[in-house]
């Protein structure tokens, strides 16, 4: 049974960091994209940055141009966690953040994208609020 669990979400104040984390249980990080999204109040929920390390598939992360350079994403097999280490945090990053996977074995972020519909499984969410 496929699981995402969350954490590490808090409070910060504008220009800090936080890290977050996404426990992975029940499939293969070695042969599925795994990608966090986020989701604002009134707003549709937005891609924030995939990685996979599927050798038929470029392996460079992807990001939304809203996180490219402030934020990095990093997966440790060995521990079956994902992270998105965010830097540089402003009021505008204040959302819900996902952790998701997708049910396509073997294809990467290059092919998968940050399209929330190709991501059929999902954490419960950790809240990041971005607020002097």
């Known amino acids: 049974q496929v699981q995402l669990v969350e954490s590490g979400g808090g409070l910060v104040q504008p220009g800090g960091s936080l890290r977050i984390s996404c426990a992975a249980s029940?499939?293969?990080?070695?042969?599925?994209?795994i990608a966090w999204f986020r989701q604002a109040p009134g707003k549709e929920r937005e891609g924030v940055s995939c990685i996979s390390t599927i050798r038929s598939s470029d392996g460079s992360p992807q990001y939304a141009e809203s996180v490219k350079g402030r934020f990095i994403i990093s997966k440790d097999n060995h521990l079956r966690t994902v992270y998105l280490q965010m830097n540089g945090l402003n009021q505008e990053d204040t959302a819900v953040y996902y952790c998701?996977?997708?049910?396509?074995?073997?294809?990467?972020?290059?092919?998968?994208?940050?399209?929330?519909?190709?991501?059929?499984?999902w954490g419960q969410g950790t809240q990041v609020t971005v607020s002097s």
């Open positions: 998701a996977t997708t049910t396509y074995a073997g294809l990467g972020c290059d092919m998968i994208g940050l399209v929330s519909s190709r991501y059929g499984y």
């Open positions: 029940g499939f293969d990080l070695d042969y599925y994209a």
